[in-house]
């Protein structure tokens, strides 16, 4: 049950702290970027493992995005066991690292709330994961460059622009989702503290305006005892 599952990257490993917490581990599909939203139980502490190339780039942003207080423990370690980031009751955080080849674990940690759960949002964006040397093998097959109107390397420039945009568009609108979710459990969470004291205003209103009846009518009532 506690054995550790490994694929090779990018994919994004799930395994939880302590073992018996998830049976298994969980995989998102083949992504530079990934984001994920879970619900992390008052008294646990949930961890995810990412492979990662030498000298590439990992950034993990994460929002809690339910629960008392927002907050959460946030740890962020290396392939050896080194402790990159430790963050103590954050609502949110962003943090970009250099990797080194290995897996790198980063952990969200609600031991400290004995009542309320949580909702965590966190998203992955990985850069030079080993693309580029790719990217330069099609130009062994082409002959005769020079004939072209147009380079091919300019070509090239212009998709990858593009494709940065857009990730960067994705991104953004990923992070304003977040902000919305958050804003909206915000919100109905206030709303119901409002109709809950209306409701207890309300009641000692009518409480009082009870009593205040009972001892007006009290006082103008003849307490005198008629004699027979």
């Not at 490993?13 to 530079?32: E, N």
């Not at 995810?48 to 370690?77: C, N, R, T, W």
């Not at 300019?154 to 991104?171: Q, T, V």
């Amino acid at each position: 049950m506690g054995d550790k599952i490994w694929l090779p990257f990018p994919v994004l490993l799930l395994a939880a702290v302590p073992p018996l917490l998830l049976p298994g581990a969980a995989s998102f599909t083949p992504s530079l970027d990934s984001d994920f939203t879970f619900t992390l139980p008052a008294g646990q502490k949930e961890c995810f493992y990412q492979p990662m190339p030498l000298k590439a780039s990992l950034e993990i942003e994460y929002q809690v995005l339910d629960g008392a207080g927002l907050d959460i423990d946030f740890h962020l370690a290396s392939p050896d066991g080194k402790t990159l980031v430790l963050e103590q009751r954050k609502s949110d955080g962003v943090h970009t690292v250099e990797t080194e080849v290995g897996d790198y674990m980063f952990c969200f940690d609600n031991t400290f709330s004995t009542i309320s759960e949580k909702v965590i949002f966190f998203e992955l964006i990985l850069d030079n994961m080993g693309e580029q040397e790719q990217e330069q093998d099609w130009k062994k097959y082409i002959t005769g460059t020079d004939m072209l109107d147009m380079k091919l390397e300019d070509i090239l420039e212009s998709i990858n622009s593009i494709k940065s945009r857009l990730s960067k568009s994705g991104h953004i609108q990923t992070l304003l989702r977040a902000f919305e979710a958050r804003d909206r459990n915000i919100q109905e969470s206030n709303f119901d503290r409002v109709n809950f004291w209306s409701i207890v205003n309300l009641v000692v209103m009518v409480v009082v305006s009870a009593i205040q009846v009972y001892m007006l009518k009290s006082l103008f009532e003849d307490k005198r005892k008629s004699r027979t």
